[in-house]
Nanobody, 115 residues
């Protein structure tokens, strides 16, 4: 089966940076869209960033200019570089990939921005 493994979360001070990774393993022929979502306590899950197979990217207004999504097709991995982090970025971050027309979700990684 296809499995997504996330890493890179943790505790960071405001203004700091983190780099999240999400690697897919299993029976994979190709990956179409890759996305990062986040969910804070008491709030709905929201789309943070997306990248197509061709490399086109989109970002939520709240993270534009601070976050960068990228992908390494050879490693079946999507990254989220997060700079200038703010307390309001605190959430569980989830990656999502479409493999063989089926949506797969990572288990989530906690990002906490606090002094």
């Amino acid at each position: 089966q296809v499995q997504l493994v996330e890493s890179g979360g943790g505790l960071v001070q405001p203004g700091g940076s983190l780099r999240l990774s999400c690697a897919a393993s299993g029976s994979i022929f190709s990956i179409n869209g890759m996305r990062w979502y986040r969910q804070a306590p008491g709030k709905q899950r929201e789309l943070v960033a997306s990248i197509t197979s061709g490399g086109s990217t989109n970002y939520a207004d709240s993270v534009k200019g601070r976050f960068t999504i990228s992908r390494d097709n050879a490693k079946n991995t999507v990254y989220l570089q997060m700079n200038s982090l703010k307390p309001e970025d605190t959430a569980v971050y989830y990656c999502r990939m479409v493999v063989a027309d089926r949506i797969h979700w990572g288990q989530g990684t906690q990002v906490t921005v606090s002094s």
